[in-house]
């Protein structure tokens, strides 16, 4: 009589496709999982870096520049004191009094000089000014309060950072039981413990999730998977969808937080700096330098108002303003014309 081989039943061949199943998606995770974390890595220490190069790149101008920018303040100073002296002193008719004020509006509207202050607080916010730290701190802004308004424009909604949290605070108490220096009795590994909880107690603080979890990673590295237990590679597998989700968050996060650093006025700076410091220039020496330029502009306009206030120049020649002013509008004007040819495709010499 024929033996009779008994197939395999329903049961055994659906528990094996699911274990097999379970496998390919923990591998696929945890390959997701180890390139989030070096993601998250790389772009926070992008992220770092350029906020101190903004840090370092105000500081650099501030203690380069400040002789410049008091040369500034000095002559903006003074124009204004001069045309408070005209007005006060000189005696000009209902139209022609408008058109000297008229002047003095357009070079505050040029932005030339300063708009008009309360003249009697002058010194002292001219002392202010180049008080040190407030300075320093208030060229680009302080790094930590952009920081913390990158970050709090980037925040997630309640539920997500209520989950994140928890999220964290788990897998820091299941480090914790897992490395905490009074549960081994040897010496060398309780040292060796004591040095990974401060890692773990300093990511806890800074809600640094990606940290903690690569820890945890590091400590289970080289353990097998229980092939033959559903309920742990499900668990695991669970487990490892909610971290990466996690991880996917923290690193969007980071990278919109990066375009907001660089889309503000100082971050857009600091990357114009860069494109110029490949050629070799120092970008603080070029904007120095056009500092020093318009210090010159300034200078002559100072003169010209100088000139006029101990009438050296009658009203006319005043009211047609500084030679220098006329060169420069002609040049603006040759500039313009000569854009919109090219953008005509003509080409023009003067």
């Not at 001219?126 to 980037?154: A, M, P, V």
């Not at 937080?257 to 889309?263: P, Q, T």
Request: charged share 35%.
């Amino acid at each position: 009589m024929a033996r009779r081989t008994s197939s395999p039943s329903p049961m055994t061949s659906t528990t094996t496709l699911a274990l097999s199943s379970l496998h390919i998606r923990i591998e696929a995770l945890e390959k997701e999982h180890q390139w989030l974390l070096k993601q998250i890595k790389r772009k926070q220490k992008e992220l770092n870096n350029f906020v101190e190069q903004m840090r370092s790149f105000a500081t650099d101008i501030f203690h380069r520049g400040t002789p410049s920018f008091k040369k500034l303040a000095a002559l903006d100073e003074e124009i204004h004191r001069l045309f408070d002296e005209i007005f006060a002193t000189r005696k000009f008719g209902k139209q022609t009094k408008k058109n000297v004020e008229g002047i003095y509006r357009n070079l505050q509207m040029a932005g030339i000089i300063s708009p008009k202050r309360d003249r009697d607080d002058s010194d002292t916010e001219l002392d202010e000014l180049f008080e040190t730290d407030k300075q320093e701190k208030e060229f680009f802004g302080s790094s930590q309060n952009n920081r913390e308004q990158y970050q709090h424009e980037s925040e997630f909604t309640p539920t997500s950072k209520s989950d994140e949290s928890r999220k964290i605070r788990n897998t820091f108490l299941r480090l914790a039981e897992i490395f905490h220096p009074d549960k081994v009795t040897d010496d060398e590994t309780q040292m060796r413990h004591t040095e990974i909880m401060k890692e773990i107690n300093k990511a806890y603080q800074e809600g640094d999730l990606a940290r903690l979890l690569e820890i945890e990673r590091q400590h289970e590295a080289g353990e097998s998977v229980e092939s033959n237990n559903e309920d742990d590679l499900t668990r695991k597998c669970n487990r490892l969808e909610q971290e990466t989700e996690f991880l996917k968050t923290q690193y969007e996060t980071i990278k919109r937080e990066l375009r907001l650093v660089k889309n503000t006025p100082e971050g857009m700076i600091v990357a114009d700096c860069r494109k110029v410091a490949k050629e070799g220039i120092d970008p603080i020496d070029q904007m120095l330098e056009q500092v020093e330029s318009e210090i010159e502009v300034i200078a002559n306009i100072r003169d010209f108002v100088k000139d006029f206030r101990e009438q050296k120049i009658t009203i006319k020649e005043f009211l047609c303003g500084p030679p220098l002013m006329k060169q420069m509008n002609q040049e603006v004007m040759e500039d313009l014309l000569e854009q919109m040819l090219e953008d005509l495709g003509v080409k023009i010499v003067f």
